[in-house]
């Protein structure tokens, strides 16, 4: 049992590896035009003409093998099971890197990232630059358009792994949107067992040698050197916001490996925890302890380890993506 376990850790490092260096085997099919270029997405209805029986959009954010269609289907099956299908529009953006582009022979107007950079907010490397956070504000201004979208009610914004790091900064960092307000559109934010969180202070809940991890503190795991998205708001001003907003942790019981192969063993992320579980619910405490009113929500998902399409696709997941 423990050498099964042994080789199917390998394959999946293997995978990873490959992914992250030789590209993707799967981009997806469709693209959304901004001024720096055309992001590659996968979208489960056409979103481009009126889609009047949509009430609620989920945008769904893949990890580090930059899967989008698998989160797409995850997404779609989710919203099946939920019974929600019919009225869920779901969205996957694929954040491609250099080496995806030169393996599927793809276009320059193909918005493409350097590495993983688009986990923590940077711009696009080319044709043009612009934030992953600033790709997902697109992505919502488009859903705000009544023409399009005349019963929309919520957005949905969901991330597993490395997509969970995306959507926790996102949250944290993300421009406001007052169409929404104006309009009545909800913004729900569900991050799932990601490696890392950003924390709005030194304070951490692993003790450790500042002078060991000089970085501890920086962006994307504290408030020092903020990307260029962020503009001239400051660490008080970022938190503010973050608490007010909708967001619920996603958690898997099962995920207690603290040698996963995909978890982030930098001393930034060790000062959180020693595995994703744990990361996750120190978080949650640090943030109640220093917001006693807070309403943000954790949910564990019994009996699932680092799995994106079982937490969503669990009965728990269901419930925080379509709750009524």
Known sequence: MIKRLGLLLGVFVSCCTLAAEHGVKVVSPDRFHLEAGDLSLGVSQDWRQPLPKVTRALIIVHGRLRNAQTYLQSGIDAATHAGAGGT?????????????????????????????????????????????????????????????????KEIVIAGHSGGGQVVQRFALTGHDHPRLQTEGISLRYVVANPSSYAYFSPQRPVPFDTA?????????????????????????????????????????????????????????????????????????????????????????????????????????GEKVLFAQ
């Not at 030169?102 to 696009?124: C, F, P, T």
């Not at 503010?240 to 995920?255: E, F, K, P």
């Not at 995909?262 to 595995?275: I, P, R, S, V």
């Open 88 to 152: 869920t529009l779901v969205i996957a953006p694929q954040f491609l890197n250099q080496s995806d582009v030169k393996r599927n022979h793809l276009g320059n107007q193909v918005l493409r990232w350097k590495g993983n950079d688009w986990m923590a907010g940077e711009a696009s490397t080319a044709p043009g630059q612009v934030s992953s956070y600033g790709v997902l504000d697109q992505i919502i201004k488009h859903l705000g358009n009544r023409k399009l979208f005349p019963a929309l």
């Open 212 to 316: 060991s991890c000089p970085s501890f503190n920086d962006w994307k795991y504290g408030m020092q050197n903020l990307p260029d998205y962020v503009g001239e708001r400051g660490a008080q001003q970022l938190e503010q916001a973050y608490v007010s907003r909708d967001i619920t942790y996603l958690l898997g019981q099962q995920d207690t490996a603290p040698n996963h192969p995909a978890l982030d063993k930098g001393c930034e992320a060790e000062t959180q925890g020693a595995y994703r579980l744990i990361r996750g619910h120190n978080y949650f405490d640090y943030l109640r302890q220093r917001h006693p009113q807070l309403t943000h929500k954790l949910v564990e998902v019994p009996g699932v380890g680092h799995d994106g399409d079982k937490m969503f696709t669990s009965p728990e």
